[in-house]
């Protein structure tokens, strides 16, 4: 399917384990991000990255690892998952440098810490 | 840095009511501005986008906002409201740097039959 998915949709996880959220989009976009949704606070950035092997951090990236091997994979890991880590999070992609490019986001995944 | 404030957290309109939701924005840069909505357990899907040009752009279903420098806003609005524009809207601002995007807390629009 073309475009950008997410794995799993639904995740449930317990305090301290490590989780990994899947990322794929298949335009080839060099530019790749990782939000979480909060009620309250938007959409925050957690780590982006502008092209493979290159990353960088957001405005909220403690607890949180990323990767980025091949162009149209960026996963999220979260190393030892804590409660204020239950949110939705989505990806996205664009297309470059321009700044009028348009960022596409995957469907999401509810991950739930219990 | 810049940053993004969306006035009131909900926002009640009847079916064919006008709908106005309001975005403040915060930039050191010529602002780059969008809005996007989202329907329940979807991802964000563009409206509508600022970047250069035409102060008053028009996006998908029949919405449009306007740039306005001097008030720092980019208010989005809709003549007439339809009961399927029930979603939550979010404005964001382009981070010139990382082409991320700063978003606001969004506004959730509750379409009255």
């Known amino acids: 399917d073309a475009g950008i998915t997410q794995s799993p949709r639904y995740k449930i996880t317990e305090t301290g384990r490590q989780v990994t959220l899947m990322c794929h989009q298949t335009?080839?976009?060099?530019?790749m991000f990782w939000y979480r949704q909060d009620l309250g606070h938007g959409l925050r950035l957690i780590y982006y990255?502008?092209?493979?092997?290159?990353?960088d951090k957001g405005e909220v990236p403690d607890g949180y690892v990323v990767s980025r091997s091949k162009t149209e994979n960026f996963p999220l890991t979260l190393e030892s998952a804590t409660r204020s880590q239950t949110s939705v999070y989505f990806c996205?992609?664009?297309?470059?440098?321009?700044?009028?490019?348009?960022?596409?986001f995957g469907p999401g995944t509810r991950l739930t810490v219990l | 840095a810049q940053s993004v404030t969306q006035l009131g957290s909900h926002v009640s309109v009847s079916e064919g009511a006008l709908v106005l939701l309001r975005c403040n924005y915060s930039?050191?840069?010529?602002?780059?501005l969008f809005w996007y909505v989202q329907y329940p357990n979807q991802g964000l899907q563009l409206l509508l986008k600022?970047?250069?040009?035409?102060?008053l752009v028009k996006g998908i279903n029949g919405f449009e906002a306007e740039f306005k420098k001097s008030e720092t806003s980019f208010h989005l609005t809709k003549p007439s409201a339809h009961m399927s524009d029930a979603a939550e809207y979010f404005c964001?601002?382009?981070?010139?740097?990382?082409?991320?995007?700063?978003f606001g807390s969004g506004t959730r629009l509750q379409v009255q039959p």
């Open positions: 990255s502008a092209a493979a092997d290159i990353t």
């Open positions: 600022y970047t250069t040009g035409a102060t």
């Open positions: 930039s050191s840069v010529p602002p780059y």
């Open positions: 996205a992609s664009r297309e470059g440098e321009r700044r009028n490019n348009e960022q596409f």
């Open positions: 335009w080839s976009h060099s530019y």
């Open positions: 964001a601002v382009m981070d010139t740097g990382r082409r991320a995007l700063t």
